[in-house]
């Protein structure tokens, strides 16, 4: 079983994921900043330099290669931000938006709200 250590591309963890697992024919698990591959059959050694290679082609897909090395060590492969860089989800939704009032605190998700609610400090 290998592990894949991707605490520095955790917003592209699943898609690395799907890639990897793909390339490899091994079956992947989904942990916390990192996953792992094993091998459909317990005989059978995942090559860990085409899991490797499956890496670095996803991150250059993305145009990330050159910001990450991919180092193994045993049987854990770390891809490491060699800028201190990682990569944010491009895809985050928002935060739902916050207004508060400036007089008491009051917070609420709608401007129309703060501006009803602001009415009670100019009676
Ligand atoms: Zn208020």
Redesign the pocket.
């Known amino acids: 079983m290998l592990t894949i250590d991707c605490k520095d591309v955790v917003s592209i963890k699943n898609e690395l994921l799907v890639y990897v697992a793909d390339q490899v024919a091994a079956i992947p698990t989904l942990k916390h900043h990192k996953f792992t591959l094993s091998s459909f059959d317990d005989d059978e050694i995942i090559d860990i330099s085409v899991v490797i290679s499956a890496i670095k082609e996803y991150l250059d897909s993305i145009d990330e290669g050159h910001n990450f090395a991919v180092i193994s060590n045993n049987d854990v492969i770390n891809i490491t931000s060699i800028s201190g860089k990682v990569i944010e989800r491009t895809t985050t939704k928002s935060k739902h938006e916050l207004f508060s009032?400036t007089?008491?605190?009051?917070v609420t998700q709608y401007q129309v709200e703060l501006n009803v609610?602001?009415r009670?400090?100019y009676l």
């Open positions: 009032c007089h008491c605190g009051f609610h602001m009670i400090h």
